[in-house]
């Protein structure tokens, strides 16, 4: 594994509450390459979260900790294992229900939601019970002064129904929320992070890697490893 030397998102997040739009832009942009990548080589991460998503010392964000990853999960293959951080776990997997790679697109759109607000979207303020109940029957909620562009896409990565969600229905490079990214320049690391990132661990090493995300997945042979007012009507589905 690379030495990420800011630490990780949860870091950032501590310090900075919540991004600039651009900057959540730019790091939503390198997560959906990331997830992307792993999917099309049948890797479910499983237990995406801001711990799990390190920055290097350039600022760009790896994708990390594949104890709960899924390995050979391709097209229409499904699996049922209660496994992940309730917080971000889609609703599917709450219901003990087959799934699929949906479950990665739902945790990103918790995260996109606390990088965009600072906020998670849902009653975490009450005990497991509750915050299970609210992640299956509530509709997000967001601050009003959130982003009408962060808002669209909450909306389509927040569905209930994972075969209707964003990443898995629908191209989400085309969302308008990433207008301004040029994908081939992301990908191949000709842009720039929006700002460069103070130290949030230790002083940065010459070790960094030009990687998106760290390419760690399961071993072989092995499937799974171990009050704000706004809400709109659509989003429950």
């Known amino acids: 594994m690379e030495f990420a030397s800011r630490g990780s998102l949860k870091d950032l997040l501590t310090k900075k509450h919540h991004l600039k739009t651009r900057q959540v832009i730019f790091y939503s942009a390198e997560m959906v390459c990331g997830l992307q990548y792993l999917h099309s080589r049948g890797i479910i991460h499983s237990d995406l979260k801001p711990d799990n998503i390190l ?10 900790d594949f104890g709960l990853a899924a390995e050979n999960i391709f097209g229409n293959d499904t699996i049922c294992v209660h496994r992940g951080t309730m917080k971000y776990m889609a609703p599917e997997v709450l219901e003990d229900q087959q799934y699929n790679a949906a479950v990665d697109w739902w945790a990103f759109g918790i995260i996109l939601c606390q990088m965009a607000t600072g906020r998670y979207p849902f009653n975490d303020k009450n005990g497991v019970a509750k915050l299970r109940h609210s992640i299956l029957e509530d509709r997000p909620k967001v601050p009003v002064w959130t982003p009408s562009k962060v808002v669209t896409l909450l909306k389509k990565l927040l569905r209930k129904k994972a075969s209707s969600r964003y990443g898995i229905n629908g191209n989400i490079r085309q969302c308008v929320f990433f207008d301004s990214i040029d994908w081939e320049a992301l990908e191949n690391r000709r842009l720039s992070p929006p700002f460069q990132l103070e130290a949030l661990q230790q002083p940065a090493r010459n070790n960094e890697g030009n990687n998106l995300f760290l ?14 007012s706004y809400q709109s009507p659509s989003w429950q589905e």
Not at 55 to 64: F, M, N, P, W, Y
Not at 216 to 228: K, L
């Open 215 to 228: 390419h760690e997945s399961a071993p072989r042979g092995v499937n799974i490893i171990e009050g704000f």
């Open 55 to 64: 920055v290097s010392s350039e600022g760009h964000i790896k994708i990390a």
